[in-house]
């Protein structure tokens, strides 16, 4: 089945910076969505991007899919505390998804 | 957005027994999922349980080491049988989300609390 690599693993960042984690696979995607899950919590789904070069926002965070179809970004813009948690990107059918292996944000106050 | 509970929200268990896992929705739903997240991992998906009908397991995952149930539209168990410290895990189950309905734009996926098992 289709395969998507995350990037970064990890990321530390003071509190009011920028964080940004990727999707890349090798194949093209037909949609690509995104996730996140808080310490202790469950995934919960933050967007579907079906559109080539699709840029979508939710407040801070921003939404991105390649022109290729191949890679997506979520970027947050000042990062705050709340922002605490890991973010998995998901590929494949409705019937069967396939999660990145996810980044871990951590905020510091 | 749908409700979703599982039971038990926790577990100890003894090696060689085995533990069934509990998922309720507050809604009709077609598709439900049952997922594993092993500590620090992502999600993998174990199986999709059918209303009705057998299971659909996996690679790597098989029937007779999670058997599962889907009696209604509402309810399904997970059972971990024989369990070893491997199983050690998070599991999950979800239900798709079905766009047109109410609140639903995309073949989103809802999320149980999970139940956190351990096995000594």
């Known amino acids: 089945g289709q395969q998507v690599m995350q990037i970064p693993q990890y990321q530390h960042v003071q509190e009011g910076e920028d964080f940004t984690t990727y999707c890349n696979s090798s194949?093209?995607?037909?949609?690509i969505q995104w996730y996140k899950q808080r310490p202790g919590g469950h995934p919960v789904f933050l967007i579907q991007l079906v559109k080539s070069g699709e840029v979508k926002k939710q407040k801070r965070l921003t939404f991105q899919f390649g022109e290729a179809k191949k890679n997506s970004s979520l970027h947050i813009t000042a990062t705050q505390t709340t922002d605490v948690g890991t973010y998995f990107c998901?590929?494949?059918?409705?019937?069967?998804?396939?999660f990145g292996s996810g980044t871990q944000l951590t905020v510091l106050p | 957005s749908a409700v979703i509970s599982q039971k038990p929200s926790r577990d100890i268990c003894q090696r060689g027994t085995s533990l069934t896992i509990q998922c309720q929705v507050d809604s009709q739903v077609t598709m439900m999922f049952w997922y594993r997240q092993q500590p620090g991992q992502s999600l993998t998906l174990i199986a999709t349980a059918n209303q009705g009908s057998e299971a659909t397991y996996e690679s790597g995952f098989v029937i007779d080491k999670f058997p599962i149930s889907r009696p209604n539209l509402t309810f399904s168990t997970l059972t971990v049988s024989n369990m070893s410290p491997e199983d050690s895990s998070i599991y999950l189950c979800?239900?798709?989300?079905?766009?047109?309905?109410?609140?639903?734009?995309?073949?989103?996926?809802?999320f149980g609390p999970g139940t956190r098992l351990t096995v000594l």
């Open positions: 194949t093209t995607l037909s949609n």
């Open positions: 998901a590929i494949g059918s409705a019937r069967q998804l396939t």
């Open positions: 979800s239900v798709l989300g079905t766009p047109g309905t109410s609140g639903h734009r995309y073949n989103e996926q809802f």
